[in-house]
């Protein structure tokens, strides 16, 4: 079965410093992982997706992820946080079902202090 | 409209009530996805649908819970005899893609309609 792993509760980072959100995951076949940012009280927003191709993922908003197929992770980066980018953030993997539904982590709270 | 629009944005119901939660997809848009997403969670599938055709129904956690896009177009989910365990927030979400080459699509996102039952 499919599933994502997210192993921080939550990240501080100090505005300008760059940061990292983890995200771990188990599919069989192809992996297609997405990053969603959820802001309070909002409903979920497209930040990127892997498919195939160039590891290395650009997205809105100035974030980037990284596939790494050995080590079956796609961790977010930035390499500056704004503190607006303080919000709860989603890595999810689509099942390969009939439905092509996403599968999600637990998410990951991001406090970015000025 | 631009976007995956949701009614009502906020609901509180007392248990044992009725509700209907109302989904608007982006124009055009195959697939249809509805969530629960419990405060401090990730959002949980509840069921999928392919233009007026609802091919999974899964992730429903009783038949209190049901789901319908008769035109392919709008989707209301309603729960039935709500109880406090209901209390969430439903995500609706949209993809331009069928199921069957749904693999690079995104998925897109309504604000979600936060249900209160008390």
């Known amino acids: 079965a499919q599933s994502v792993a997210q192993p921080e509760d939550q990240v501080n980072v100090a505005e300008g410093n760059p940061l990292t959100v983890k995200c771990t995951y188990s599919v069989s076949g192809n992996p297609y992982l997405f990053w969603y940012v959820q802001y309070p009280n909002r409903g979920l927003q497209f930040l990127l997706k892997?498919?195939?191709?160039?590891?290395l993922v650009k997205g809105s908003y100035g974030f980037e992820a990284e596939f790494n197929k050995s080590q079956t992770s796609f961790h977010l980066k930035k390499p500056s946080a704004l503190v607006s980018d303080s919000a709860l953030y989603f890595c999810a993997v689509r099942d390969p079902s009939n439905t092509g539904k996403l599968i999600f982590g637990q998410g990951t709270t991001l406090q970015v202090k000025p | 409209g631009a976007g995956v629009s949701q009614s009502p944005r906020y609901k509180v119901a007392k248990r044992g009530q009725d509700v209907a939660l109302r989904c608007d997809p982006i124009s055009g848009h195959v697939s249809l996805f509805w969530y629960q997403q419990a405060l401090g969670q990730g959002p949980e599938f509840l069921t999928y649908f392919q233009n007026e055709a609802q091919l999974d129904k899964s992730g429903l956690p009783s038949d209190r819970f049901f789901a319908e896009r008769p035109e392919g177009s709008v989707s209301t989910l309603k729960i039935q005899r709500t109880q406090q365990e209901d209390s969430a927030v439903y995500l609706c979400?949209?993809?331009?893609?069928?199921?069957?080459?749904?693999?690079?699509?995104?998925?897109?996102f309504g604000e979600g309609s936060w249900l209160t039952v008390v």
């Open positions: 892997y498919i195939t191709g160039d590891n």
């Open positions: 979400a949209s993809s331009l893609a069928s199921a069957a080459d749904v693999s690079g699509n995104t998925i897109y």
